[in-house]
């Protein structure tokens, strides 16, 4: 690989984490400078590891696990045009193309690619060889009777039947019968007023404003069809499986929590029916066909609260940033105490209905989730990871106790929603192996040459069908299914450095955890590093490597060890599986994760902290390449990478928040991507492709 360029000074005015201060404002409620919700006594997980060398071998598999995956055919028609591209990523002649391709560049199988060179374009930056288009941007119509974008002209109903804001989960699930054509499931985080509305006086918003941003968050489903003479992929808007959820939408509550007095309010006496699903971040696949998406930083929309329980969630005593409690008392904690219970789980979405319920299945925990992503054992449950994404907080993982059916039949579809509010919750508590003496939160290694330990998943409740049973002392089922994070800190789960997407490979079975930064690591009075977290002031972050007890799902008992320390190479205390460090691509705050058909781990990237833009990487997992790192696209300024979706021919990505960059506006816009100067800037998803038509990285 080449040498990389010098590294880019890193922007001004950034926060923890490479973020503007606006999208600290308006994506989690400024959870980098509020106080650490976790005040609990329970050992720290940090980051990384300083120059590896001679890594001690890992358990192998025992076994080859399969998780089922959306198709991977081809989608598209309505054309949208075409994402402004970087000087470096405009289309090769065919010329171009042919001698790119004839290169191949060294790698394995799957990451065969030119890599991106750092930098700061307001574009889309792929590679030599490759082409790219938007897919959909923020408020193309979907459905019947939504009319076309007028940002000065918008209405909360237009906005409804328009794509949503701020697209962050990607999924692409099969149509069969439909050639050419799949349907993209997107989530839609959060809105940022500043940018949305010419003029928005963030002291004064009005309902009209209130309403649009309501019908901006929530989840769309829409089908895409691929072009294919070339890998374009555009949306088929009005399409009957089109659909827009947002945040007035009704949904069901499941699990042991529905029901409860805790999730009681005067508008739903019953505590089985919510309006609406908040901040929406990562989620995952089913193998029976739905998707499951995290409400994450959902504290940041409720105003008003004096509770010990909602600090722990990070839940503010005043007014919030966009003023929702003015138009809606369920926003006020003081005037609904219980609403705030009813938000921060894993919603459950049914695509192929447009007329079902979706669900927030209880049982799987209520905190920040970041993410849902399945596995099956072997007789058929589900396993559902997923991480709390706040500083020294915990991951999680949830064990069905009800087997999957096969069919698609209404009676089937039935059972299995239904499979995630039967069983187990467990939280991980990591041990390392080295002695605490030497980890000095340098990344220096310890005298073994490696980060490395075993853990444990430590069981908080159990949901049946005949009710549940705490296995926490002195808190009840229902408590420890909405007050997680304290039934965390009771039995003493490892504190971790903002655990955000955790995926298994499908090839191998491992279980890779992205760990984003957390930049108070054993700062001031802050917990000090330990082997799993052992860099202090952890600006860079790092991915875990987990190994199931016997390569099994539903163990309670893993091996752990680093496998990639972020962070410039030359920094010492960087580590890429045993690499060499002058053949990578440097990278910086991992956040989601995906897999590529070959089991290469490709991470987007949230808040990167070197001077260029966040982006997309792959990296090997195993084989004798293992840990070879290669950065596939940047995206425009401001923006972060996320939803990557990863096929045999095309790769996706949402380009969230661009142009979020402190003093932008709609008036003086720091971004105009995608569609150039004198339009707003549009949040949206990107379709990239190799120019010859072959598959991506081979």
Same mark, same amino acid.
Request: net charge neutral; proline share 7%; glycine share 10%.
């Given at each position: 690989?080449?040498?990389?360029?010098?590294?880019?000074?890193?922007?001004?005015?950034? #926060?923890?984490?490479?973020?503007?201060?606006?999208?600290?404002?308006?994506?989690?409620?400024?959870?980098?400078?509020?106080?650490?919700?976790?005040?609990?006594?329970?050992?720290?997980?940090?980051?990384?590891?300083?120059?590896?060398?001679?890594?001690?071998?890992?358990?192998?598999?025992?076994?080859?696990?399969?998780?089922?995956?959306?198709? !991977?055919?081809?989608?598209?028609?309505?054309?949208?045009?075409?994402?402004?591209?970087?000087?470096?990523?405009?289309?090769?002649?065919?010329?171009? !193309?042919?001698?790119?391709?004839?290169?191949?560049?060294?790698?394995?199988?799957?990451?065969?690619?030119?890599?991106v060179?750092?930098?700061?374009?307001?574009?889309?930056?792929?590679?030599?060889?490759y082409?790219?288009?938007?897919?959909?941007?923020?408020?193309?119509?979907?459905?019947?009777?939504?009319?076309?974008?007028?940002p000065?002209?918008?209405?909360?109903?237009?906005?409804?039947?328009?794509?949503?804001?701020?697209?962050?989960?990607?999924?692409?699930?099969?149509?069969?019968?439909?050639?050419?054509?799949?349907?993209?499931?997107?989530n839609?985080?959060?809105?940022?007023?500043?940018?949305?509305?010419?003029?928005?006086?963030?002291?004064?918003?009005?309902?009209?404003?209130?309403?649009?941003?309501?019908?901006? #968050?929530?989840?769309?489903?829409?089908?895409?069809?691929?072009?294919?003479?070339s890998?374009?992929?555009?949306?088929?808007?009005?399409? @009957?499986l089109n659909?827009r959820?947002?945040?007035?939408?009704?949904?069901?509550?499941?699990?042991p929590?529905?029901g409860?007095?805790?999730?009681?309010?005067?508008?739903?006496?019953?505590?089985?029916?919510?309006?609406?699903?908040?901040n929406?971040?990562?989620?995952?696949?089913?193998?029976?066909?739905?998707?499951?998406?995290? @409400?994450?930083?959902?504290?940041? %929309?409720?105003?008003?609260?004096?509770?010990?329980?909602?600090?722990?969630?990070?839940?503010?005593?005043?007014?919030?940033?966009?003023?929702?409690?003015?138009?809606?008392?369920?926003f006020?904690v003081?005037?609904?105490?219980?609403?705030?219970?009813r938000?921060?789980?894993?919603?459950?979405?049914?695509? %192929?209905?447009?007329?079902?319920?979706?669900?927030?299945?209880?049982?799987?925990?209520?905190?920040?989730?970041?993410?849902?992503?399945?596995?099956?054992?072997?007789?058929?449950?589900?396993?559902?990871?997923?991480?709390?994404d706040?500083?020294?907080?915990?991951?999680?993982?949830?064990?069905?106790?009800?087997?999957?059916?096969?069919?698609?039949?209404?009676?089937?579809?039935?059972?299995?929603?239904?499979?995630?509010?039967?069983g187990?919750?467990?939280?991980?508590?990591?041990?390392?192996?080295?002695?605490?003496?030497?980890?000095?939160?340098?990344?220096?290694?310890?005298?073994?040459?490696?980060?490395?330990?075993?853990?444990?998943?430590?069981?908080?409740?159990?949901?049946?069908?005949?009710?549940?049973?705490?296995?926490?002392e002195?808190?009840?089922?229902?408590?420890?299914?909405?007050f997680?994070?304290?039934?965390?800190?009771?039995?003493?789960?490892?504190?971790?450095?903002?655990?955000?997407?955790? @995926?298994?490979?499908?090839?191998?079975?491992?279980?890779?955890?992205?760990?984003?930064?957390?930049?108070?690591?054993?700062?001031?009075?802050?917990?000090?590093?330990?082997?799993?977290?052992?860099?202090?002031?952890?600006?860079?972050?790092?991915?875990?490597?987990?190994?199931?007890? *016997?390569?099994?799902?539903?163990?309670?008992?893993?091996?752990?060890?680093?496998?990639?320390?972020a962070?410039?190479?030359?920094?010492?205390?960087?580590?890429?599986?045993?690499?060499?460090?002058?053949?990578?691509?440097?990278?910086?705050?991992?956040?989601?994760?995906?897999?590529?058909? %070959?089991?290469?781990?490709?991470?987007?990237?949230?808040?990167?902290?070197l001077?260029?833009?966040?982006?997309?990487?792959?990296?090997?997992?195993?084989?004798?390449?293992?840990?070879?790192?290669?950065q596939?696209?940047?995206?425009?300024?401001?923006?972060?990478?996320?939803?990557?979706?990863?096929?045999?021919r095309?790769?996706?990505?949402?380009?969230?928040?661009?142009?979020?960059?402190?003093?932008?506006?709609?008036e003086?816009?720091?971004?105009?991507?995608?569609?150039?100067?004198?339009?707003?800037?549009?949040?949206?998803?990107?379709?990239? *492709?190799?120019?010859?038509g072959?598959?991506?990285?081979?």
């Amino acid at each position: 690989m080449r040498k990389l360029l010098p590294l880019i000074g890193t922007p001004s005015g950034s #926060h923890p984490g490479g973020r503007s201060a606006m999208t600290c404002r308006f994506r989690c409620g400024d959870a980098c400078f509020h106080e650490v919700p976790n005040t609990s006594s329970n050992e720290y997980v940090g980051d990384v590891i300083a120059g590896a060398i001679g890594r001690r071998s890992m358990m192998r598999a025992a076994a080859v696990v399969t998780v089922a995956a959306a198709g !991977a055919g081809a989608a598209g028609v309505a054309q949208a045009p075409r994402a402004a591209a970087a000087p470096a990523a405009a289309a090769p002649s065919a010329a171009a !193309a042919s001698e790119a391709a004839r290169r191949k560049p060294k790698g394995a199988r799957g990451l065969r690619f030119a890599p991106v060179e750092p930098n700061t374009a307001d574009a889309v930056t792929v590679p030599e060889g490759y082409k790219q288009n938007v897919v959909i941007r923020w408020g193309e119509p979907i459905l019947r009777g939504a009319p076309a974008f007028d940002p000065e002209k918008q209405t909360a109903k237009a906005q409804a039947g328009q794509f949503g804001y701020n697209c962050d989960f990607l999924a692409l699930l099969p149509l069969p019968g439909e050639r050419n054509r799949q349907l993209l499931v997107a989530n839609h985080e959060y809105t940022d007023e500043i940018l949305m509305f010419r003029g928005y006086d963030a002291a004064n918003p009005t309902r009209e404003q209130a309403e649009i941003a309501w019908a901006a #968050h929530g989840l769309s489903a829409v089908v895409v069809e691929g072009d294919r003479k070339s890998g374009k992929l555009t949306a088929v808007s009005r399409h @009957e499986l089109n659909r827009r959820v947002t945040a007035t939408t009704e949904f069901r509550l499941t699990g042991p929590v529905a029901g409860s007095d805790l999730v009681k309010t005067s508008a739903d006496p019953s505590g089985t029916k919510v309006l609406g699903t908040l901040n929406n971040c990562s989620g995952g696949v089913t193998p029976w066909g739905t998707t499951l998406h995290g @409400e994450e930083n959902f504290n940041q %929309y409720f105003a008003n609260s004096s509770r010990a329980t909602d600090k722990r969630y990070g839940v503010g005593t005043g007014a919030t940033e966009r003023k929702w409690e003015r138009f809606d008392k369920r926003f006020d904690v003081a005037q609904e105490p219980n609403e705030v219970h009813r938000f921060g789980y894993v919603v459950e979405f049914d695509p %192929y209905d447009p007329t079902s319920t979706p669900r927030k299945h209880t049982a799987l925990g209520r905190f920040k989730h970041e993410a849902a992503t399945v596995r099956l054992t072997r007789d058929g449950r589900p396993v559902v990871y997923s991480g709390d994404d706040e500083r020294f907080d915990y991951f999680y993982k949830f064990v069905s106790s009800k087997r999957m059916k096969h069919g698609t039949s209404r009676s089937v579809r039935e059972h299995n929603l239904s499979l995630l509010d039967e069983g187990t919750l467990y939280v991980a508590k990591l041990t390392g192996d080295s002695p605490a003496i030497e980890i000095d939160g340098t990344g220096k290694l310890p005298n073994d040459g490696e980060f490395d330990g075993s853990g444990q998943w430590i069981p908080l409740a159990t949901a049946t069908a005949k009710g549940a049973v705490s296995h926490v002392e002195g808190m009840s089922a229902e408590e420890v299914f909405v007050f997680t994070r304290l039934a965390g800190d009771k039995v003493g789960a490892t504190k971790m450095d903002r655990p955000e997407d955790i @995926e298994p490979n499908p090839v191998t079975g491992k279980v890779y955890v992205a760990l984003t930064n957390n930049s108070n690591r054993g700062v001031g009075s802050n917990p000090k590093a330990d082997e799993a977290n052992p860099r202090h002031a952890n600006k860079h972050g790092h991915v875990l490597e987990l190994t199931e007890r *016997w390569n099994r799902p539903e163990s309670t008992r893993f091996a752990w060890s680093l496998f990639l320390v972020a962070g410039d190479p030359d920094d010492p205390a960087t580590y890429f599986a045993g690499f060499p460090k002058d053949a990578v691509s440097q990278i910086s705050c991992p956040d989601n994760v995906a897999f590529d058909p %070959y089991g290469n781990l490709w991470i987007s990237t949230d808040g990167a902290q070197l001077g260029s833009h966040d982006g997309l990487f792959g990296v090997a997992t195993r084989g004798e390449r293992r840990g070879e790192l290669k950065q596939f696209l940047t995206v425009p300024k401001g923006a972060e990478t996320c939803g990557p979706i990863i096929q045999d021919r095309r790769v996706l990505v949402a380009v969230q928040h661009p142009g979020e960059i402190d003093g932008a506006s709609v008036e003086k816009p720091a971004s105009t991507w995608p569609d150039g100067p004198g339009t707003y800037v549009r949040p949206a998803v990107v379709a990239v *492709w190799r120019a010859d038509g072959g598959d991506i990285g081979v």
